[in-house]
């Protein structure tokens, strides 16, 4: 693509107002594009200089809070994450991510999502429930034991890979890629306990079954959390586990702090819970 | 039963399709490289050969264990991709009790055929 | 707040093909359900068909001459092709669904590898051994037909 300064792209937008349209339609708008301009920024220009009703989400701009994933160029893309110039089309197609509802314009109903990542329990699990909400020491884990589950911990819950999973197009009951990796990280960290409660929901169709490696999620997971990964060692877990095979990990002990242990001089005190 | 269980069963079933099928395969599309269980030459679907093959307990067996692991696996894909694009319930029930009585019915006359097969009289 | 009526926009079966991406495994993803169905639609009618093999001989031969169009031959050949390639994919893909070289979790660094690049030795070994398999049907066919 032409990278001079008077280099110009047409953004197609999917547009659609419930409320003034009886489909969704696609609208051109002619860009004029600097070097390094992202298309989250082309999405600003419209919005500030033609159509200010244009909507999407946006919060960082970084590439980390997730909230512009959109169907840029027929592929679901943080908008922050994606220049112009590295698609290489004089035409970009902007669309709201498939396989949600679409609220308004390019702005995805991520509700299903999550409902169904909370039905996973994303949480630590631990069967001291008293040391869980009221902790008196730290638990403790090994840099190898993190190693296990830490590439899984970088989810920004964006809902790329959502929305380029295959199965997640068709099947309503299929958690999809997001929830089942965020289960798995779970279940494989030291420091819970929470197999046994998420096993029943994991052996039913909400569990990783209809997954059949298409991939598609990893290749678009704009941080590399690599779900398709997690999914099928996921499934081998829970295989392992129906067949009585399955390992029970020792799990994180606590680490309290020597009753011994003096302040060194001239280290404050922390400041006093406010919560 | 549990979409876990099935799952494991569909990918156990697999194993064993691939052992007898291959087998099934080698014997009758590779006859002339390979030339396995052909004991009267010529074509594999030639009467005296299927004859032999049938009149084996061997194959009795392996025909009957290879049919029923097919058809669990091939009707449990089905189902898998007719589920997959969420029909309502009562279609998903429909499917489900269609495709089990199928497979049960195909598995009845497959092992009632090899049974039978067994029991040819011996060529003259 | 939100008051709007929200809109589908699942992309249903036409996801399954692409819906306009096109990776490697995707492609085969599809293709190990086509041939599936193509071999299990073979399957429930040749059931029916060997079944007549209990009727003797001359209703065998009889049989056996209906199917002996080049029509059948090529599909045979075909369901054999497709055979080839659904259990040399399935062979990959218990090993991938039960953990084994899809690679171990590491910390991401851009640019990610992912299990993608991780298997994709495998599923070129796997097409690889797929086409031999038909290539050597294809020979046996060609011989048995000279």
Redesign the interface.
């Known amino acids: 693509m032409n990278n001079t300064a008077d280099a110009e792209v047409v953004f197609r937008i999917r547009r659609?107002?419930?409320?003034k349209d009886p489909?969704?339609h696609y609208e051109d708008y002619r860009l004029k594009v600097l070097p390094g301009m992202t298309v989250l920024d082309g999405l600003w220009k419209i919005k500030e200089t033609v159509s200010p009703s244009l909507s999407w989400r946006v919060s960082c701009r970084m590439g980390i809070c997730g909230s512009c994933a959109m169907m840029i160029n027929?592929?679901p893309r943080l908008a922050c994450n994606t220049q112009i110039a590295e698609l290489g089309t004089k035409v970009v197609t902007v669309a709201?991510?498939?396989?949600?509802?679409?609220?308004?314009d390019l702005v995805?109903?991520l509700s299903s999502m999550f409902e169904t990542h909370v039905r996973l329990k994303p949480f630590l699990i631990r069967k001291d429930e008293h040391e869980s909400e009221h902790p008196t020491a730290e638990y403790k884990q090994t840099s190898e034991e993190m190693?296990?589950?830490?590439?899984?911990s970088?989810c920004i819950k964006c809902g790329c890979c959502m929305a380029?999973?295959?199965?997640?197009?068709?099947?309503?009951?299929?958690s999809g890629p997001m929830p089942l990796a965020q289960a798995h990280r779970y279940n494989v960290d030291t420091r819970d306990e929470g197999f046994d409660a998420r096993r029943n929901e994991?052996?039913?169709?909400a569990?990783p079954?209809?997954?059949?490696?298409?991939?598609?999620c990893?290749?678009?997971?704009p941080?590399?959390?690599?779900p398709?990964?997690?999914i099928?060692?996921m499934?081998?877990s829970?295989?392992l586990d129906?067949?009585h095979l399955r390992k029970r990990p020792q799990a994180a002990g606590l680490a309290p702090v020597p009753k011994d242990a003096k302040r060194r001089e001239g280290v404050p005190e922390a400041p006093k819970p406010t919560v | 039963m549990r979409d876990r269980t099935l799952w494991t069963w569909h990918i156990a079933a697999g194993v064993v399709i691939l052992v007898f099928l291959g087998l099934h395969m080698a014997i009758m599309h590779m006859s002339n490289l390979l030339g396995l269980f052909n004991p009267a030459g010529g074509r594999p679907v030639e009467w005296a050969n299927v004859l032999a093959r049938s009149q084996s307990v061997f194959f009795m067996v392996t025909y009957i264990v290879l049919l029923g692991a097919a058809l669990f696996h091939g009707f449990y894909g089905l189902r898998n991709i007719l589920v997959e694009l969420s029909p309502p319930p009562w279609l998903k029930t429909t499917v489900n009790a269609v495709l089990l009585i199928g497979g049960l019915g195909l598995f009845a006359l497959g092992t009632w055929a090899a049974i039978a097969a067994n029991h040819l009289p011996h060529a003259a | 707040m939100l008051t709007q009526k929200h809109r589908s926009n699942h992309l249903g079966i036409w996801g399954w093909l692409g819906g306009g991406r096109w990776g490697f495994e995707r492609y085969l993803y599809i293709l190990h359900r086509v041939t599936g169905l193509g071999v299990l639609a073979y399957f429930v009618l040749h059931i029916g068909v060997t079944s007549m093999r209990t009727l003797g001989p001359s209703v065998w031969a009889r049989t056996m001459a209906q199917v002996e169009a080049p029509i059948f031959v090529l599909g045979e050949y075909l369901v054999f092709v497709a055979f080839g390639f659904h259990a040399v994919n399935g062979i990959r893909l218990v090993l991938l669904e039960l953990g084994i070289s899809v690679g171990k979790p590491f910390e991401p660094v851009y640019p990610y590898r992912t299990s993608v690049h991780h298997q994709r030795p495998l599923a070129i070994a796997a097409m690889l051994l797929a086409v031999v398999v038909a290539a050597l049907g294809g020979v046996n066919l060609l011989s048995l037909h000279q």
Do not use: M
Not at chain 1, 202 to 205: H, M, R, T
């Open positions: 659609f107002d419930s409320e489909k969704p027929g592929l709201p991510l498939v396989n949600f509802d679409t609220i308004r995805p109903d190693e296990n589950y830490l590439q899984f970088y380029a999973c295959p199965t997640s197009a068709s099947d309503r009951q299929y994991l052996s039913g169709e569990g079954w209809r997954c059949h490696f298409g991939s598609e990893s290749r678009v997971c941080k590399g959390v690599d398709a990964k997690a099928q060692w499934k081998r829970l295989v129906y067949l």
